[in-house]
């Protein structure tokens, strides 16, 4: 780890091991345990048409109940305060369908010449423009090339390990047509998420409350709200590509769900199959709309996150997805940040 936000956010990741290894039994204890303990969760799908936002929040208890709501955006303030009462007593952990950070800023790189930037400000590890896209997104939107700097070789074979094998290697989203990852400058919703994330910061310095925008505060503190950004089409891939039971091979296109409606009920049946097997967490009612799929596949990231069995595809400095952790032995949160100090201590060849 080359930051205390690095060290933080492996912490918060956990070693407990993958999906794929990870029995059910132990996951549940530590999912139930972590609730018990004080943590609230809330998975997010924002969006700035008239829909509003779907919310997915989880309560403490031995059976954890997930509750499903749809919030009109000029209703958004009741989310704000509730969050800052939960956070009173508990350690809330919301993760966000939006791209929250870029190069330790949010939505926008720290400086003119961020690490591992060359001439025209292109920047690790596939050749990124950093003022449009973030490593992340490019890592899973683009096929791993076959010639990539020394220290970006190995996530380029996690990568593969990933999505195939050999030269023949698809791109993520080649292989799953139903998830799209664009660069972080084109999110529509990115001015109703900053406005929200503003009146949120500024509610909870109010009200004595520690806020953060990346995986650097640990689960365990009260009177904090740590909000995590989630991308839950990646998930779904992850889970398939992983073969994780119940789940598809490949994510179709599962939006809108009206015109799609095979694929999105059967992610549906997957999500809450392995919600409850994995999680013992149940729905308070079915998940009746895509909107409401994302917000329930981001609170699952968070289940996973403090059940031992969450990843970060990337890193806090420069932006990651909130992933289920498939790769042995090492988390894609190690691999990036190895190559990351790689490249900031200049071992480019």
Request: aromatic share 6%; with cysteine; net charge negative.
């Amino acid at each position: 780890m080359d930051s205390e936000a690095g060290r933080h956010a492996e912490r918060l990741v956990g070693r407990d091991g993958d999906l794929r290894a990870s029995g059910a039994e132990g996951v549940h204890s530590a999912s139930r345990a972590a609730l018990s303990q004080g943590i609230s969760l809330y998975g997010v799908d924002p969006g700035s048409s008239d829909k509003g936002w779907a919310v997915a929040s989880c309560a403490a208890s031995p059976r954890p109940l997930v509750r499903l709501r749809q919030m009109l955006i000029a209703d958004l303030t009741t989310l704000v305060d509730e969050l800052c009462a939960a956070a009173e007593h508990n350690h809330v952990l919301l993760s966000l369908d939006a791209p929250l950070r870029a190069f330790g800023g949010v939505q926008v790189p720290e400086s003119f010449a961020p690490p591992g930037a060359v001439t025209g400000a292109r920047a690790w590890p596939f050749n990124v423009n950093p003022f449009v896209t973030r490593p992340c997104e490019k890592a899973l939107g683009s096929k791993p090339p076959k010639t990539v700097s020394l220290p970006a070789a190995e996530l380029r074979t996690a990568l593969i390990d990933l999505c195939g094998s050999g030269d023949d290697c698809p791109a993520f989203v080649t292989l799953h047509p139903g998830v799209s990852v664009l660069g972080y400058t084109g999110a529509p919703h990115a001015p109703v998420v900053r406005t929200f994330l503003d009146a949120l910061a500024d509610s909870a310095v109010e009200a004595g409350l520690r806020i953060g925008l990346d995986p650097a505060l640990r689960k365990q503190d009260a009177g904090t709200i740590t909000v995590l950004e989630s991308h839950p089409a990646v998930s779904l891939g992850f889970y398939a590509s992983a073969g994780i039971a119940g789940f598809p091979r490949t994510i179709e296109k599962y939006k809108p769900c009206r015109h799609n409606r095979v694929v999105f009920d059967a992610l549906v049946e997957a999500v809450t199959e392995h919600i409850i097997s994995s999680h013992a967490a149940h729905l308070e009612r079915p998940i009746a709309s895509d909107d409401e799929l994302d917000a329930v596949v981001g609170l699952m990231n968070l289940l996973d996150l403090v059940g031992g069995t969450g990843d970060l595809f990337g890193t806090a400095e420069e932006g990651y997805f909130l992933v289920p952790r498939v790769t042995r032995p090492r988390s894609f949160l190690d691999v990036w940040q190895s190559v990351r100090a790689k490249v900031v201590a200049g071992e480019s060849s």
